[in-house]
């Protein structure tokens, strides 16, 4: 066993997107960084995440935009070739190796010490590998914690003795289980009810809040996901709590889930997706002073409020702000150059789209969820501008209504949303959903981030026929209702 010491300008705790995006900007300014990684480099995202998931769930958006397109409907109209999918799937999760990855690292000029790295005081972090060495390095400016999260569970009697799904199983699994309930009603509920319904599970999902699927987006968006799905087959169950689980010997018998309401269902697998918990437990956060467990709250340039001279940073999920791997990247590069810069003493650019703050994680958070009707939103909803106190003018638009969509898909179903500053006129918060609009999605958040008006959009033409006239009857509804004259 060995102990040995090294320092380096920059060390970056956890190699998912966020801390391979973070190195690679500290590295481009010129400081020496290391990366610690106790799993595989692309974290959850590559391997357990964003790109398995998105592999299961492409063949069934593929199948069924096929089915809504007359004179095609009928050749795409067989089941899906399900080991071919999962062979697919696994290629995208490059066969759970990292070796790309390795590389990547390398060609950047970033080192990669493998084993588990835990904060030890100010400016220190052990790492332990595997071979039972420590590692003990010292950070001349910074580190950065990229640590991420790992599936919630709740707190039941019998959790333990049925071996549930999470996230992880839900995309890797190479067994289609022949029923399979789905906790939750958020974004990895709806999308893995999606995919495994497809895959040829009879899908329950069990969803606690009365209020629907989808709670944090425009309501529109979690009753046209709920239709999609109980088109499609799945059992959407509202209003249902969990109070219980055991699973029937012997080991591989069913899964009995006990409901508030007195009843029960069975399944052959039970998937937990309500929410993460930040991977910061064995992080060493108590020799901070900080308790370990906790999220990690950031200030716009990513440091770590609650420690005094500013050389913690925190990207990607472990710091809450806003769970998806491109958020986490663009924070990664905002870190990174606010790192470079207080290495080179400079000045910080902190005002609002400064090069050193994250005006985009306040104000312009993408999202695509990947169901059928996908659903992608921007910035503010009708919600939290009513929670905020924003004064918004709400436009609503039938996508079904525009030719595009009538040549994308017959009998096209969607919704648009706009929102608009009451007084500006400037594009605060866009939703759509709909088949194939997640590729609308960058049009709006280009909008809602330059603060583009209404009058100004005017001017941006969109193709005929394409799904993206939707902005074009959006401004038109807008100005029918003589709220703005053309300037
Ligand atoms: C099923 C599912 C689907 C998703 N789909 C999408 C999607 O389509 N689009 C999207 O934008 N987002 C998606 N997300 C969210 C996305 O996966 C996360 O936002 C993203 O992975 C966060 O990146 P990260 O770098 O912060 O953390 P992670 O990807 O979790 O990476 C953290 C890394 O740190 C390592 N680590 C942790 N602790 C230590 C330690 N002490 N020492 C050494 N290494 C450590 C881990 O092994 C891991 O490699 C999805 C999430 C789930 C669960
Ligand atoms: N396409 C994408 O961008 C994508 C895909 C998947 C996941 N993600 C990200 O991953 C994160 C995690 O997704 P998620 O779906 O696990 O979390 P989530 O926070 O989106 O949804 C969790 C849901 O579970 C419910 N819930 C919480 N505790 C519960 C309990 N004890 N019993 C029953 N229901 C309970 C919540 O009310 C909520 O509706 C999200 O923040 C999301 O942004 C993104």
Redesign the pocket.
Known sequence: MNDVSRAYDVIVIGAGPAGENVADRTRAAGLGTVVIEHELLGGECSFW??EP??ALLRPVMARADARRVPGFRQAADGPLDVPAVLAHRDTMAEHWKDDDQVDWLESVGVDLIRGHGQLTGEKQVAVETPDGDTVRLTARHAVVVATG?G??L?D?PGLDSVRPWT?REATSSSEVPGRLVV?????????MATAWQALGSQVTM????EAG????MEPFAGELVAEGLREAGVDVRLGT??ISVTRREPAAGEVRVELKDGTETTADEIL?????TPQTGKLGLETIGLAPGDWLRVDDTCRVTAVPDGWLYAVG?VNHR????HQGKYQARIAGAVIGARARGETLDTSKWGAHTTTADLVAVP????TDPEVASVGLTTREAARVGRRVEVVDYDIGLVAGARQYAEGYRGTARMLLDEETGVVLGVTFVGPGVGELLYSATVAVTAEVTVDRLWHAVPAFPTISEVWLRLLETHRNRGTAEPR
């Open positions: 995440a964003c998931s998105k999260t599936a919630a709740p039941l996230s906790v939750g009603g958020g974004v990895v509920a709806v999308e069990l969803v606690r809040s699927l989808l709670p944090r709590s969990v937990f997706a309500i929410g993460r999920d806003a769970l998806m791997t999202q695509v969820v990947f």
